[in-house]
T-cell receptor, first 113, second 110 residues
Framework: DTGVSQNPRHKITKRGQNVTFRCDPI?????LYWYRQTLGQGPEFLTY????????KSRLLSDRFSAERPKGSFSTLEIQRTEQGDSAMYLC???????????FGNGTRLTVT | QQQVKQSPQSLIVQKGGISIINCAYE??????FPWYQQFPGKGPALLIA?????SEKKEGRFTISFNKSAKQFSLHIMDSQPGDSATYFC?????????FGKGTKLTVNP
């Protein structure tokens, strides 16, 4: 069990640029979740997958955000035309089934200048 | 109604003391209540969790007390240690989505 892996750990980008983050869940975990955490706040739900199917998206996930999980393994989160308000820690989590605990990765910290 | 309110925002205790963090919720559809511990630069790590049909759960030095009628739950850390210094988040789950409190920064002085 190597845990949930997220890359990159840090990303600095200029406003208007596109960025993509990757998450590798714990193997055999069919549930994968994306959360966003801003400074001094708790994580907020963005979206989640069961295998390759995206089951729900939060209102926080504007049209500039897109997430995929091809083949039900790793997932990517892309932000197009980044804005300064997108600066946050993007956390990925996975779980084996709906009733099992979420295991979080160490996140990707995005800074938009 | 989807909020989880957590207090205090920060807490300082002496080594060996008891740390108590409280949370309250409104939505009775929440069906799972975990506590997470987060160190700087790391993701949240599950500490202990409880379901609403149980009033108390203890794991080592960590205890969750759950009051369904009051819609409140709390984390007690017994014999607090400097290594417990971290930010603690309560959360509540509905339809597989976690709603987190704003966190409590715990500092345990040696």
């Amino acid at each position: 069990d190597t845990g949930v892996s997220q890359n990159p750990r840090h990303k600095i980008t200029k406003r208007g640029q596109n960025v993509t983050f990757r998450c590798d869940p714990i193997s055999e975990h069919n549930r994968l979740y994306w959360y966003r955490q801003t400074l001094g706040q708790g994580p907020e739900f963005l979206t989640y997958f069961q295998n390759e199917a995206q089951l729900e998206k939060s209102r926080l996930l504007s049209d500039r955000f897109s997430a995929e999980r091809p083949k039900g393994s790793f997932s990517t989160l892309e932000i197009q035309r980044t804005e300064q308000g997108d600066s946050a820690m993007y956390l990925c989590a996975s779980s084996l089934h709906p009733d099992s605990p979420l295991h979080f990765g160490n996140g990707t910290r995005l800074t938009v200048t | 109604q989807q909020q989880v309110k957590q207090s205090p925002q920060s807490l300082i205790v002496q080594k060996g003391g008891i740390s108590i963090i409280n949370c309250a919720y409104e939505n009775t559809a929440f069906d799972y209540f975990p506590w997470y511990q987060q160190f700087p630069g790391k993701g949240p790590a599950l500490l202990i969790a409880i379901r609403p049909d149980v009033s108390e759960k203890k794991e080592g030095r960590f205890t969750i007390s759950f009051n369904k009628s009051a819609k409140q739950f709390s984390l007690h850390i017994m014999d607090s240690q400097p290594g417990d210094s971290a930010t603690y988040f309560c959360a509540a789950s509905i339809n597989e989505k976690l709603v987190f409190g704003k966190g409590t920064k715990l500092t345990v002085n040696p």
